[in-house]
Structures are given as structure tokens and as C-alpha cells.
């Protein structure tokens, strides 16, 4: 069932290449980034480990004519390293001075805890590094981050995911982090091996993309390198994933 979903993609070292989709959202009370990648404090080996290539968060957004010091706030997914990688600059620094960082509380608890199994997926030195000015900014549950961005704490992909949703006049914008990676994840029961709670991922992917296809919104897949906007449409208990362009 997945071979034929993949196949196609896979290196002859058996990688999957997935993109690092990051949104900048302009409302009138202030400009929020959603996601900052991988970043720039990551080790050669590591790099070349996971085939890390393209440029980091920072010099997109001024190759984009954005000033990283015009961010207010910075809004994660969650606290994995190809998502919060890019908080600090190469010499740990604050990446956005002036923002904001919303994780969910659960999220920090989750990604510097001592459990082997979560370890891997989190940069623990450098988040350690970033957690004593982040972590007292976090939300705890569901909140409206500036009006009209709200974070929706959904668990799942890990212990402390949220979705972020943005609702403007004429158009609903749903980013579902890594419980929507791809076209394939709008099916609420294909989950990927390293969701962390496989079971609240399926029942939380049913209900909330089922609002998301109800309501229209437009979607925005975190990984997805080629067709990453679209819309969910109703298949039967599941949903398909139709690219808008």
C-alpha cells in the first residue's frame, strides 16, 4: 500500500526527500512565522546523515524582503528539530529578538524529558539553550496568538503538537504540522512510525479534518515538496488531499 505511494521519491540509499514548508502569515496586528526548519546550527555529519540541503530559515526570509527582527510571533508545531531548529542563529542567538515563541507547554515537558524514545527526535542541547526565554511564553491549550491565528493543541505526532489555524475575512488556512505531512496523511488512519501517540493522531486527524473539509479550508502540508496548498474532500469515513495548483 505504500510502495506505490513512495517509490517513485526513494534515493538508492532508501531517503525519502520531504520539504521544510514554513508560512509567514501578515495580519494588521503583527506578522507570524510559522515553523523555522532545520536551521543553521546543525554539525556537517549530521547534515550529510539526513541529506540536509537548501538554505535555512533566516536568509529565505530576506531573499523573501522580510527582516527576521519584523516577527512577533514565532509559532511551532511542535519542538522537533526540522521544525524549532531554526530559533537560534549559527552563534545561538536569538533568531527573531522580537518574537513570541508558541509551543505548547506539553510540548517542553515532552522534548526535554529523559525518555530514550523521544530523545532522538528532539535537539535537546540546543533547545535547553533556547527554553529558559521560550518556554514561559507557551501556550497551554488552545489560544488565539494574535487575531485571527490561533494554535489548536492536537497531541498526536507528539506529545505536545498543535495545528495552527488562520481565519481570514474570505478564507480558513489550517497547517496541521506533521499530522499532515503529505498528500497520503489526509487519511486519518496512515500515520507514520515515529508519531509518538499513533492513536490520538487517527482521532484527532478524523475530527478535525473532517471540520477542515466541512468548511473549506485551505491546507498547507508541512513536508510536501511539490503540491503543498490544497483542500481536503470527503471520501467516504476518509479524506483525499486535492492540490490546488
Not at 488512519?189 to 482521532?203: C, G
Amino acid at each position: 500500500m505504500w510502495q506505490k505511494l513512495v517509490e517513485a521519491e526513494l534515493s538508492p540509499t532508501n531517503m525519502l526527500n520531504q520539504a521544510l514548508n514554513c508560512l509567514l502569515i501578515e495580519t494588521p496586528a503583527g506578522r507570524v512565522l510559522v515553523e523555522t526548519g532545520i536551521g543553521e546550527r546543525m554539525d556537517e555529519h549530521h547534515r550529510a546523515q539526513r541529506g540536509v540541503t537548501g538554505k535555512p530559515i533566516l536568509p529565505s526570509l530576506r531573499d523573501a524582503g522580510f527582516d527576521p527582527n519584523t516577527i512577533d510571533i514565532v509559532a511551532v508545531s511542535h519542538l522537533h528539530f526540522d521544525h524549532a531548529g531554526g530559533l537560534l542563529t549559527s552563534d545561538a542567538q536569538k533568531a527573531f529578538p522580537r518574537a513570541r515563541v508558541v509551543a505548547q507547554a506539553d510540548e517542553w515537558r515532552f522534548a526535554l524529558d529523559d525518555n530514550p524514545r523521544l530523545q532522538a527526535s528532539y535537539e535537546q542541547e540546543d533547545l535547553r539553550l533556547v527554553e529558559p526565554w521560550a518556554a514561559q511564553q507557551a501556550a497551554n491549550g488552545d489560544e488565539e496568538v494574535l487575531p485571527g491565528v490561533s494554535v489548536v493543541r492536537t497531541g498526536g505526532h507528539s506529545g505536545g503538537h498543535q495545528a495552527i489555524v488562520v481565519r481570514g475575512q474570505n478564507e480558513t488556512v489550517g497547517f496541521f504540522g506533521d499530522l499532515c505531512m503529505r498528500p497520503w496523511s489526509a487519511h486519518p488512519r496512515w500515520v507514520p512510525a515515529f508519531d509518538d501517540f499513533p492513536l490520538t493522531s487517527v482521532e484527532v486527524k478524523a475530527s478535525l479534518f473532517k471540520q477542515a473539509a466541512e468548511e473549506g479550508w485551505t491546507v498547507v502540508l508541512s513536508h510536501e515538496p511539490r503540491q503543498p496548498v490544497g483542500h481536503f474532500v470527503a471520501d467516504r469515513d476518509r479524506f483525499r488531499f486535492e492540490p490546488a495548483f
